[in-house]
Structures are given as structure tokens and as C-alpha cells.
């Protein structure tokens, strides 16, 4: 048995589909969007004009800034006077540097498994120095994007850094989500949580941000060091007690957890400093579906803040599979999949106000004959507990395939549903992600594989590895960007 020819060019499509979302967030091209230059001045997303004229400077810190640098070198090299990035290791060679770039810039790698090291020490330690010394004329970009928090890392007063890498390593176990955990990072920290834009005071501080947080919260991402912090003083004691931390922490981590926030700062501190959202999971869904129209698909976005554990929202991507291709066959009345469907948005974390739209993009792709795509993203955890090797894409694919599998979604339509990461990289595998479709249940019994005891093992990646000699796995390599997970789930008709 093996997978049909038609199956694979509906694979090939939505590998397309995938394509377009990614290209949509690459930092360069989200830059070059953002900045607009001529007669050395800059328009930035048409809010602000400034005169670049003078003496500018570039910090960065996350998984995609380098890109970033380099385009913003593009656009005002000439401006620029010195740049200090810190990026994940082993990024810096995925780029040809030019020699003038490289003259200008500090390019400082490490932070390996997103853990802060000595790499990201030194990196902070030279962006503090440089950007205290700076003057009223000066212009600062700071570029910041998803795993700044551990490239960008001064521990407070009198902490070391292993007191506070122990501190986020055992919140991070004790599944903390990204929220609690950087809000305990501003605390233990001298220049996250708006610090560094106090420091930079008086220049001109523009920060270009590429988010890696559902809902796009400025003061999250990267720990927010642009951004005015408004969590509550006793914010970070409250985290440790919610997870029984207090006993197993060093005693100075939690003096500093208790001691008074700069949440007081007023917003004039901030009046130099001007935030920008360059890029976010919703930039890569809208591209996807401009795509998917292009190509003659009916579309949706369901929503960009898909969150939970992967095992389950596979499963209700399976219950909406269901559904719709339920409602696209069936022309009796569908009060009573009204119903399933606003359940299933729910779980899905989809507006229940959008069921509605939902409920006629259906109807009217079932009086024609369309074929329909449907596109969701954010991101799922997965809590591991098995031997296993995979990623969140892979096991909330798994997942999805273990519940279609229970019944034939339909006789009359061809549905592929794809899972993938946009960094390119799902968990510490090879793949992105993977794909799912209603012949794979039988492929993988033909093989002898049977899909719930790789899912029960956390082994999604193996799973698919094995599957048809990989045909289901979506291998892109690291792509530079990364704006969280998108999901794309295709009716086709036969
Ligand atoms: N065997 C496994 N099966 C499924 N998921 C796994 C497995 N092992 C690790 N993971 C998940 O992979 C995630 C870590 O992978 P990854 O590096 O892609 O995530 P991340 O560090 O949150 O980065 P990013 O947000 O940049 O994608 C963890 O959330 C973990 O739960
Ligand atoms: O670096 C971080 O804090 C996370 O990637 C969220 O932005």
C-alpha cells in the first residue's frame, strides 16, 4: 500500500500554503515593511518620521534579530555608528555577513537550549554599556524577538546567574506558561521589564518587535525591556507560591522576588521610546489564507491563540474535520452541528461569535462544490511523559489522526490537516511538522504501525519517520523566523 499520487499534490498545496505564512514573517522582509527611507529619513509603519542623520546605534537579542540587522544595515548602514546582537549559537554561519556589516556590528552567539550562559552575559553587559553613554541626538534600534529573554540576561543586584537559571529551569518544570515565567525574569532582572529603555534615556529608542506570544503582549515578549512594566509588586512571590517553589529557591532569589518593582515608573519615562509590532502569528495566518484564495480556496482564519495541551487540540481539530465535512455533505437542517460546532470552537479557542460565519462559508463552498481551507495558529505544550521523540506539530497531528481514525470523516471529500512550527523546527527533531489525511490510518496498519502506542510514548516524530518512509513530514529546516505554530485543515472534493 502507499500513498496515492492525488493525496500527495494535496500534500504538495498545502505545503505551499505553508510556505506563503512563513515567507510573510521573515525578519528581513517584516523589516523592510516596517521602514521606509529616503532622503535620510525614515518612516516607520507610516507613525513616526524621524531623521536618521546622526549617530545611530542597533541592539538585538532573540532567534530572529540577525536577519533583522541585516536588513535594517541595508536600508541606513551608512548611519550606523556600532550594533551589538545576541543571538542563539550556530546562526551567525547560516549567513553570508558582509565585511561592512561585520566592522560594525558585535555578534555575540550562545543562550544553546534557550538557557542563558556567559555569551549572553557579555552580550548584555556590552549593549548596557553602550546604550548608558548615549546622548540626547542619538538614535537606538532595539530589535527583539522570541527567545530574547534568555539572549538578553543581567541578573539583579547581588544575584548570580545561576541562581536565576535554576529559578526559571524549575518554574519552567513545574509548567509555568511564558507569562508567569518572564514576569519572575523582570523581577530578577536589571534590564528587562522596561529597564533597558531607562537606561537608553534620552535617545530616541525605536524597538522593531517579532512576537512569539499569543495575543502579541509587548511587555511579554522577550520580557518586554522596552516596555513599561505593569505587573503588581508581590507578583513574582505569588508565582513561587502558586507552584510551592519558595522552599527550593536560593534565599537572595527570593529577597529580590520580594523586593519593590519599578512599576511605578510614570509614562514619561517612556516618552523617548517607541514600540513597533513588526510581525506575529496572525501576519503569517492572514498571508496563508491570501494564498489558499489565490489558489481558489474557500477560507477562514479560526483564531491565532490555539493554546493547550497538543493531544487535545489535535483531537478537536479531528471533532471539527468531522464536522465540516459533515455539514458540507449533509443538506437537512444543521441546528443540532450549530451546536457540536460552537462546543468545538470553544476548544479551539474560536471567537463563538465567528460560528456563525463559519456555519455560511460552509454552506455556501457545499452549494458549489468549493473546497474549503481552514487555518488556525498559536501554541500548544506538550506535557511529556513518554520515552518517545517528537514535537507539539507531530503530536497534535498524531493525535488528530488516532481520532479521525475512528470513523471515515467522509466518502465525498479528501481532507489534509498539517501541524508545523514556523521556526521550522518542532521540539528537538528534525521536522517542522506533519501532515495527517484519511488514508494514513490504513497505511500505517499495512506497516505494522499502530499510531495510539507512538502517541501514548510522546514518539510522533518516529511515528512519521517510519510512515511511508517520511512522506507525512513536513522537513524545512530552520527557517530564521519564528512567529509560533500555524495549523491548515483542507476540504477537498473527489
Ligand atoms: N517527545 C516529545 N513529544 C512531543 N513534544 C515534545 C517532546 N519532547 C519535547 N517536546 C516539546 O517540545 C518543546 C520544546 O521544543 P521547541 O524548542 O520547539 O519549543 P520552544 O523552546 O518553546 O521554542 P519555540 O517557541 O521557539 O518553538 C517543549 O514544549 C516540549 O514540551
Ligand atoms: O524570549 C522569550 O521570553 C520568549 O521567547 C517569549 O518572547
Known amino acids: ?32 515593511q516596517a521602514i521606509n527611507y529616503s532622503d535620510n529619513v525614515v ?31 541595508k536600508i541606513i548602514g551608512q548611519h550606523i555608528v556600532k550594533g551589538v546582537i545576541s543571538i542563539p549559537h550556530g546562526v551567525a554561519a547560516q549567513y553570508s555577513l558582509p565585511d561592512q556589516f561585520l566592522n560594525r556590528y558585535t555578534i555575540y552567539e550562545g543562550a544553546v537550549d534557550n538557557i542563558p550562559d556567559e555569551s549572553s552575559l557579555k552580550a548584555t553587559k556590552e549593549i548596557e554599556n553602550m546604550i548608558a553613554n548615549l546622548k540626547n541626538d542619538d ?12 539572549l538578553l540576561a543581567s541578573p539583579a543586584e547581588g544575584l548570580s546567574l545561576d541562581e536565576k537559571k535554576k529559578t526559571i529551569n524549575l518554574l519552567s518544570k513545574s509548567g509555568a506558561n511564558i507569562q508567569e515565567l518572564n514576569s519572575v525574569r523582570k523581577k530578577l532582572s536589571r534590564i528587562k521589564g522596561g529597564k533597558l529603555a531607562q537606561l537608553s534615556y534620552p535617545a530616541t529608542t525605536i524597538a522593531l518587535i517579532l512576537s512569539d506570544v499569543i495575543g502579541d503582549p509587548l511587555d511579554v515578549i522577550a520580557s518586554g525591556p522596552t516596555v513599561k512594566n505593569k ?19 536560593p534565599t537572595r532569589v527570593v529577597e529580590c522576588l520580594s523586593s519593590p518593582t519599578t512599576s511605578n515608573l510614570d509614562d514619561t519615562t517612556f516618552s523617548h521610546v517607541h514600540n513597533f ?11 496563508a489564507e491570501a494564498y489558499a484564495n489565490q489558489t481558489g480556496f474557500t477560507t477562514a482564519i479560526l483564531s491565532d491563540r490555539i493554546n493547550g495541551e497538543a493531544k487535545e487540540i489535535g483531537l478537536q481539530f479531528a471533532r471539527l474535520a468531522r464536522l465540516f465535512a459533515q455539514m458540507m455533505t449533509m443538506s437537512n437542517d444543521q441546528h443540532e452541528k450549530m451546536e457540536e460546532l460552537s462546543v468545538t470552537a470553544e476548544n479551539l479557542h474560536i471567537d463563538p461569535r465567528y460560528c456563525c460565519t463559519l456555519e455560511r462559508l460552509v454552506r455556501s463552498c457545499r452549494n458549489v462544490r468549493k473546497n474549503l481551507c481552514l487555518i488556525g495558529g498559536g501554541e500548544t505544550t506538550v506535557s511529556v511523559r513518554g520515552e518517545g521523540l517528537g514535537g507539539r506539530n507531530q503530536e497534535m497531528v498524531l493525535s488528530y489522526l488516532v481520532e479521525t481514525a475512528v470513523e471515515a470523516c467522509s466518502d465525498e471529500l479528501d481532507i489534509v490537516f498539517l ?29 505494522g504501525l499502530n499510531p495510539r502506542t507512538y502517541l501514548d510514548n510522546n514518539d510522533s516524530y518516529n511515528f512519521f519517520n517510519l510512515l511511508q518512509q517520511g512522506k507525512y513530514h513536513l522537513i524545512t ?16 472534493w473527489k
Request: proline letters at 3%; charged letters at 15%.
Open 231 to 249: 505587573d503588581p509588586a508581590n507578583i513574582g512571590l505569588d508565582i513561587i507560591q502558586k507552584y510551592q517553589l519558595g522552599n527550593q529557591l
Open 477 to 492: 529546516g530552520p527557517s530564521g523566523t519564528n512567529v509560533m505554530d500555524i495549523h491548515v485543515l483542507c476540504f477537498y
Open 139 to 150: 538614535l537606538l534600534f532595539v530589535l527583539v524577538s522570541g527567545g530574547g529573554s534568555a
Open 277 to 287: 509590532l513588526i510581525g506575529s502569528n496572525l501576519s503569517a495566518l492572514q498571508a
Open 1 to 32: 500500500m502507499f500513498i496515492s499520487r492525488e493525496t500527495m499534490s494535496l500534500i504538495n498545496e498545502i505545503r505551499l500554503i505553508y510556505k506563503a505564512a512563513v515567507d510573510a514573517v521573515r525578519p528581513g522582509f517584516l523589516v523592510n
Open 419 to 447: 501541524s508545523a512550527g514556523t521556526d521550522g523546527i518542532d521540539g528537538p527533531t528534525a521536522a517542522a511538522g506533519a501532515f495527517s489525511c484519511q488514508s494514513q490510518f490504513a497505511l500505517a496498519q499495512a506497516q
Open 43 to 73: 518612516h516607520i509603519q507610516g507613525e513616526l518620521e524621524l531623521a536618521v542623520d546622526r549617530n545611530c546605534h542597533v541592539i538585538g537579542f532573540g532567534k530572529a534579530v540577525l536577519a533583522m540587522a541585516l536588513q535594517i544595515d
